[in-house]
């Protein structure tokens, strides 16, 4: 009789084929490449790259100083604008943001490759583990941070900068967000993620509280009696269900919640992983849990996504990032059911979809059915409010399921401000979210002096 069993195991590598897999992506450029590269720079004026980038990096003014052998310079006019520079240079997707729009395309095919070159400034400031900005003279204002993620720290550092003074509450043990717990352990490997939070805290005047829930600790109402004025940026606490029959065996995990324990396991190797591993969905995470599970020693890794390539939320290059590492991708099916053995996932069974005549997408009636020893679930993540439910007397407005702001990141209620993923409108990129923290800390510090 056929072993019923799962194939999960930890341990399918060497241990040498774990540090080359979890290591850096991305060779850095030394000076040599660098000096070459940003030589490759116009220094156009109205640049569309700076357009392009969310957080407005002014690009040929830091290439040019690159160039002329001002590394330390390029660094600060980077982080003037994104204080997570060092890590925006590893996991921004700059094919569809500055690169794309570099003019070098036009004419060799090729853009700058402008994230390595911020990489190199970044890292040479770091190296020197110097705090380039001063804090203003105190202004005798509180303000609350909600959230230790790339929107709730850029936050800080801006009104830590204006002279405010700044209190971090986060949920989870360590500061840093989906830096830290999410994204792929190759694009910021080791302790790039806790260096850089500590860069940021360098700057001194920001108190930092772990282990603090909002909705549990502390609610919104009483943040904004003890505190001048609040931010929020508490990212994307919920996973989307699949709503197919079988999603509860054993055996179907959430994408987000496997990648944060790969993420803080010190050693890779005691990770259980799939011998045939499912990935359903067509975004970052499906990318990065389809491709970790194959650097964990996964044998056979599909993703399985419901409509085709240019719809996937995963650029190009990321799809052939995937594809290079042997992960195979299925587009036009949908999962119709889990089929399990023994309470575990053992296949999982699609439909092929198409658009019908309206545009919408469809099943075809026709199925086939995958070998599952592991299923992840990588649809999309929402935001919960329930922290801000006791706070019912005065609710926040939400838009879109998240919360809604202006302009300015304010919410519906005064001293109230939002940012990064918990907000509607935004693109669910860590510079979106840097950029989010930066304009609202610039609003709450207009919004502080109004009210002396
Ligand atoms: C698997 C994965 C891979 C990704 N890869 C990329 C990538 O390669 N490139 C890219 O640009 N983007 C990527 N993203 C998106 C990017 O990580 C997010 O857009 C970004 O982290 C959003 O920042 P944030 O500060 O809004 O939220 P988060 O980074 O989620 O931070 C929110 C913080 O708030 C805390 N928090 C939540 N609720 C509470 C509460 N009640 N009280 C106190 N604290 C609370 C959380 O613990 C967390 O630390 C990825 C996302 C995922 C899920
Ligand atoms: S568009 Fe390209 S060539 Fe022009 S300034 Fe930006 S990086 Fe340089």
Redesign the pocket.
């Known amino acids: 009789m056929a072993d019923s069993r799962p194939d999960i195991a930890a341990g399918r590598l060497a241990p040498v084929d774990y540090a080359r897999n979890f290591g850096d992506v991305e060779p850095a450029l030394d000076a040599k490449r660098a000096l070459v590269e940003s030589s490759r720079c116009f220094f156009c004026y109205d640049a569309p790259c700076i357009e392009a980038c969310p957080t407005g990096i002014d690009i040929p003014s830091f290439i040019r100083k690159i160039a002329t052998g001002n590394t330390r310079g390029a660094a600060v006019t980077i982080l003037e604008e994104n204080i997570f520079g060092g890590a925006?240079a590893r996991?921004?997707?700059t094919e569809v943001l500055c690169e794309q729009a570099c003019v070098r395309n036009h004419s060799e095919d090729k853009p700058v490759d402008i994230g390595a070159l911020q990489r190199y400034a970044t890292d040479h400031l770091a190296e020197r583990g110097e705090q380039p900005f001063r804090r203003a003279a105190s202004t005798g204002k509180r303000v609350a941070v909600?959230?230790?993620?790339?929107?709730?720290?850029?936050a800080a550092h801006r009104l830590a900068m204006l002279g405010h003074a700044v209190t971090v509450?986060?949920?989870?043990p360590k500061?840093?967000?989906?830096?830290?717990?999410?994204?792929?352990a190759y694009?910021v490997p080791d302790e790039f993620a806790q260096a850089e939070v500590g860069f940021i805290l360098s700057i001194g005047g920001i108190e930092t509280r772990t282990g603090?829930?909002?909705?549990?600790?502390m609610t919104l109402t009483e943040l904004r009696k003890e505190y001048d004025a609040v931010f929020l940026?508490?990212?994307?606490?919920g996973v989307n269900a699949l709503k197919a029959e079988g999603e509860d065996l054993a055996g179907v995990e959430d994408?987000?919640a496997y990648?944060a324990r790969l993420r803080q396991a010190r050693d890779k190797s005691a990770l259980p992983v799939g011998r045939k591993v499912v990935v359903i969905g067509g975004?970052?995470?499906a990318i990065?849990?389809a491709v970790q599970s194959k650097r964990l020693g996964a044998e056979d890794v599909t993703i399985v996504y419901r409509r085709g390539p240019e719809e996937m939320g995963a650029t190009h290059h990321?799809q052939e990032f995937a594809q290079m590492n042997g992960v195979k991708i299925k587009h036009w099916a949908r999962p119709v059911r889990v089929i399990g053995r023994g309470g575990h996932v053992s296949e999982v069974e699609f439909e092929y979809t198409k658009l019908d005549a309206a545009g919408r997408l469809a099943g075809t009636g026709e199925r086939f059915t995958l070998a599952a020893d592991m299923l992840f679930k990588?649809i999309g993540?929402g935001f919960?409010p329930?922290?801000l439910k006791h706070d019912a007397q005065e609710p926040l407005e939400l838009a879109g399921g998240r919360i809604r702001v202006n302009e300015d990141r304010a919410t519906s209620l005064p001293g109230v401000f939002a940012?990064?993923?918990?907000v509607g409108g935004?693109?669910?990129?860590?510079?979106?979210?840097?950029e989010?923290?930066k304009r609202a800390a610039i609003a709450i510090d207009r919004y502080l002096k109004q009210r002396r």
């Open positions: 925006c996991v921004c997707p909600v959230g230790g993620g790339p929107a709730g720290l850029a509450y986060e949920a989870k500061l840093g967000g989906l830096n830290e717990y999410g994204i792929a694009k603090q829930a909002l909705g549990r600790d940026g508490l990212g994307l606490a994408a987000v990648i975004g970052n995470t990065d849990i990321e990588a993540q919960v329930d922290p940012g990064g993923d918990c935004g693109t669910d990129l860590t510079v979106q979210a840097v989010d923290g």
